[in-house]
């Protein structure tokens, strides 16, 4: 696959002294090995590398508003670098500059149990803080398919398979700490639940993408553990009746937690990648928190409404090990595509569209996708209208990319016509930056561009992303 | 009571030809006339009245384009007006200009009850919303005391007594038509329930006070009417042991619809003002929302937490005009509390703490105000850590006026030290501008600042409030 036309020709010049100044600063901590470049300019996205000229390992917010700092004053392009897992070409150095690595920003900072809020540093992963508040009886419920950081998934305003339920990272980020463009260290709120005091700066970054300042510090809501807890699977003669099904569950105001869809061949893919046996059909995924009574009630009505709709029996997973192994399967839905066609390279769809036009849309995709000379996946937090289908595409096949693009294309303009947007999760980064303009068009993307301004004057935060600049 | 200092000699020169444009555009629907203007120029803060220099009854979109325009062109301060139910001096015309009346925005523009989601004109008001849904099975749960517009409710960030269970604005707002401080028309976002595409105008505009855009049209979530639902009062023999109650409730995880404190005087004022009897000391009102079996699970939950804590029995209201008649009360507490002291003008707090920190700062607040020279009582959506003080003042005391003054600034104090915030949903205005600076920092106020120099170069939305100017 080619790097987009954009890509050519636009690294910026290293200021002489620049990179000395980082390595005085940093030591060892500062690298422009090759390989560091390298693994720090590429994503899960199926764009070739573009390397940073440096990459820095931060420890601390003084670290990155340092590196700030003189970015600022030297006019050297600054990525955020968390976990690397994002999809659409967020970290790629389009003009070079610095990669700064946020992965050592990993401790716990302050946890209020007792408020249901958790501050962490940027770089602590999903898993990791799940993991460290274990004993309290809370969890944090996010959980996009891979481990990715707090920071990232702040900045992509990531949500996952809990959304319904729970929201998304626009609902559940009550603070961050921000290092602005010019280095200034900045708390965008305070750990009220609620507030009117001014101008809401927490949702301005979160979604953000690390164009308008560098989240060093997250503060997010927690769950308590639900009492109870269950999980199914339900296999449906076509993708239009499971699809409705989750509709009319949504319209009956049923709170289910998860409701997950895979098609035939993602359930196929699991099947392999997770040694699993499930029917290969298309298939909902359910989980139901509550009280035992509740649980019961929600999982009756679900039972009912898919029985309508041609579902089969349900599966029960009763076992928290077997409801584990049901969910990281899901989870690892991707790499498992992946090995429907070995030594490939996926490029991942992500719209999101009303829960009324959910069923047309999946159908329509579904439809023009038939008829790829590749193979495709598709998978789905339905419940909240979004879903992705995973193209599995020959790296050296210059044909496929481009009618995986035109498909892509297609995809996003079916979503938008109804009253959908070009990604529900995955952000913008490089790959759905020419669909802003049909999304949200000239004006408000003019504004979009006057906070970018106004935020970033120099165009130094994460450069060529998120929106297409003068 | 007097006009703050700031508002002395602000007034803008309105050019030759300007209000004469305006005549001849909206005809009758421009008014320069003193009751007009008096009526637009203030709120139920306890401000005097700053009359703008005409009002502009707006009927459409385009004629609220149309003023923004001509404003931008002649650099005339504009001020939206809805109900004109605000609290801090929102709609006080401080440099003079153009009031815009938003009532006649007052049509439904689409319902999509199988997406959750209505779009309404600004102008339409909470009570007609939920009245012209009622055949549909969905509420609108955000509740102001007040009768308050859609778009009043947008541009302060409102919530209410439902918030604790269905969240605020910033939550159920999913999209925004909004009018640029030029004059151009943008839509904030599509229908999608999530979006990871681009900034989140939506979020920007919802608790801006008029001052980043016109907001005129808002679409929000709606709910499916719970199933079932019941309602109880529980006194208590302390402030204190009301206070605990709601904390272990909230930290039980019990999804509670509403859960609201009243001190012995409001209750008082309550019984006087809506022919009630309920007993005279601190009191929980609550509702819940659910099934049948999960409401009683619920109250059986919360009863065994007040009973710990000394609370006793639950007074149940059982028929639905029972319950209507005791939140219209409590919504009604305002006003009737007024009525403790005949001819007096309410001055009202709005701090939000988290909630561990709720009972500390309502018990020192009380023991402060215990010593004040004028009656006052105490309401709060507790749940969300969200109370008020009502002070009743003398209208024609300096003294008074200025020690609530002395009392709401160590209340702002007292929630900031808590990690609180000044206004937990009635906004910043005039009233709360001093404070944003302990609340945010200099360097969150300049990034605030930036921003609204980028949406407003010109200065002529809502001027003069929300953000202090340099």
Redesign the interface.
């Known amino acids: 696959m080619n790097a987009p036309a954009q890509a050519q020709g636009l690294r910026r010049d290293i200021p002489a002294g620049f990179l000395q100044a980082l390595s005085e600063r940093f030591g060892d901590r500062f690298s422009t090995a090759e390989a560091v470049r390298e693994h720090h300019g590429r994503d899960e996205s199926p764009y070739p590398p573009m390397l940073p000229d440096g990459v820095v390992f931060a420890q601390s917010t003084e670290d990155v508003a340092w590196v700030a700092r003189h970015c600022h004053e030297y006019r050297v392009p600054l990525i955020p670098y968390g976990a690397g897992s994002s999809l659409e070409g967020h970290l790629l150095a389009l003009h070079g500059g610095i990669s700064l690595d946020l992965s050592g920003l990993n401790h716990i900072v302050a946890l209020?149990a007792?408020?249901?809020?958790v501050t962490v540093q940027a770089g602590v992963t999903r898993k990791q803080l799940n993991e460290s508040i274990r004993d309290t009886g809370l969890f944090f419920p996010i959980d996009p398919g891979a481990d990715a950081s707090l920071g990232g998934m702040a900045a992509?305003?990531?949500?996952g398979t809990n959304?319904v339920r729970y929201?998304?990272m626009?609902?559940n980020v009550m603070s961050l700490k921000v290092v602005?463009a010019d280095g200034?260290?900045?708390?965008?709120?305070?750990?009220?639940?609620?507030?009117?005091?001014?101008?809401?700066?927490t949702?301005?970054f979160?979604?953000?993408e690390g164009t308008?300042g560098i989240i060093t510090e997250v503060t997010v809501r927690l769950?308590?553990q639900p009492e109870a807890l269950s999980a199914a699977i339900c296999n449906f003669p076509s993708l239009d009746a499971a699809v409705q099904s989750v509709?009319e569950i949504i319209?009956?105001?049923v709170p289910v937690a998860r409701v997950e869809f895979m098609d035939a061949w993602a359930v196929k893919a699991t099947n392999a990648y997770s040694k699993l046996e499930l029917k290969e059909t298309p298939l909902l995924l359910f989980e139901f928190h509550?009280?035992p009574?509740?649980v019961r009630?929600q999982a009756e009505v679900v039972q009912e409404i898919a029985r309508g709709n041609g579902g089969m029996d349900f599966d029960w997973a009763e076992r928290p090990e077997d409801r584990s192994r049901l969910w990281t399967a899901r989870h690892n839905a991707y790499f498992a595509g992946l090995q429907l066609r070995p030594g490939c390279r996926a490029s991942t769809t992500?719209v999101?569209?009303?829960?009324?036009r959910l069923a047309d849309c999946v159908s329509a995709t579904a439809a023009d996708l038939d008829n790829a000379s590749f193979p495709y996946t598709v998978v789905g937090h339905v419940g909240?209208?979004?879903f992705h289908v995973l193209m599995l595409l020959d790296p050296d096949s210059q044909q496929e990319w481009e009618e995986s693009e035109r498909l892509n294309k297609r995809l996003v303009q079916r979503?938008?016509e109804m009253?959908?947007?070009?990604?529900?999760?995955?952000?913008?980064g490089m790959h759905?930056m020419e669909?802003?303009l049909a999304?949200?068009?000239q004006?408000?993307?003019?504004?979009?561009t006057?906070?970018?301004?106004?935020?970033d004057p120099h165009d130094i935060l994460n450069p060529g992303k998120?929106?297409p600049r003068a």
Chains 1, 2 share one sequence.
């Open positions: 209020h007792e408020d249901f809020t992509t305003r990531a949500s959304a929201g998304t626009r609902e602005t200034r260290i900045i708390e965008t709120a305070n750990r009220a639940r609620k507030s009117s005091a001014g101008y809401d700066l949702r301005i979160v979604g953000s308008l769950y308590p509709i319209q009956m105001g509550g009280t009574s509740g009630e992500d999101c569209v009303p829960i009324s909240d209208g979004n979503a938008i009253e959908g947007t070009c990604t529900g999760e995955h952000g913008v759905k669909f802003m999304e949200h068009g004006d408000a993307l003019d504004l979009m006057s906070l970018k301004r106004a935020f998120m929106i």
